[in-house]
């Protein structure tokens, strides 16, 4: 039983346009999701998080946002260049857990020159 | 300053043939944890330590997996006998308990059962 979805598998974009990716929990302990970014032959590698006691977090073009009633975070690139095409993973923990992060499968970003 | 490092970083045996992968772990993380990445599945944790010691076991798909941590900058993950369906690229990853959320993770071993 998948807690943590990412029911979208790819995502492609044009350059200089927005990339907004979608990530569905299940778990209502949740409170502490995090994105991680994934290149080819490499290990996954933080990108953004938030708490819930936020509803927005940014760094730099990267937004992060979280609606907690309905279980559901986004995160928003803007603009998207050709080098953030990547596999992204959302996950979430939560207090207490002892470090154990829940992963979604990813999605397969690709942003087009 | 070193990340986490696995070796080997490729792996091709053949079906029956016992597979160790290996990882050393962030100097001063103390917990330490083990993925598999599929296409169907996605990033499954299969295990985790704290202090070495194993808290959580039950992403272990079945008795051929097995993983130790000896001791703090050391951890194995054992499959045996392994099997096609075993393919996968595994990651282990390490963090300081309590001082965040964040996972680093290594390069990952690709490994191939024919």
């Known amino acids: 039983d998948q807690q943590v979805k990412q029911n979208s598998p790819s995502l492609s974009v044009q350059e200089g346009r927005i990339s907004i990716l979608n990530c569905d929990y299940t778990n209502s302990m949740f409170d502490y999701f995090l994105w991680y970014k994934k290149y080819p032959a490499e290990g996954p590698t933080f990108l953004i998080s938030i708490s819930s006691i936020k509803d927005k977090n940014e760094d730099g073009r990267f937004t992060v946002f979280l609606n907690k009633s309905a279980k559901h975070l986004s995160l928003h690139i803007v603009p998207s260049q050709p080098g953030d095409s990547a596999v992204y993973f959302c996950a979430a923990t939560y207090t207490g857990a002892n470090s154990k992060l829940t992963f979604g499968k990813g999605i397969t970003l690709s942003v087009r020159p | 300053d070193a990340g986490v490092i696995q070796s080997p970083r490729h792996e091709v045996t053949e079906m029956g043939q016992e597979v160790t992968l290996r990882c050393k772990p962030i100097s001063g993380h103390n917990s330490l944890f083990w993925y598999r990445q599929t296409m169907m599945r996605g990033l499954e944790l299969l295990i985790y330590?704290?202090?070495?010691?194993?808290?959580?076991d039950s992403g272990m798909p079945e008795d051929r997996f097995s993983a130790k941590m000896p001791n703090a900058s050391f951890s194995t993950l054992k499959i045996q006998p392994s099997e096609p369906r075993d393919s996968a690229v595994y990651f282990c990853a390490s963090t300081l308990a309590g001082g965040g959320w964040w996972q680093f993770f290594g390069p990952g071993t690709r490994l191939t059962v024919l």
């Open positions: 330590f704290n202090n070495n010691v194993p808290i959580d």
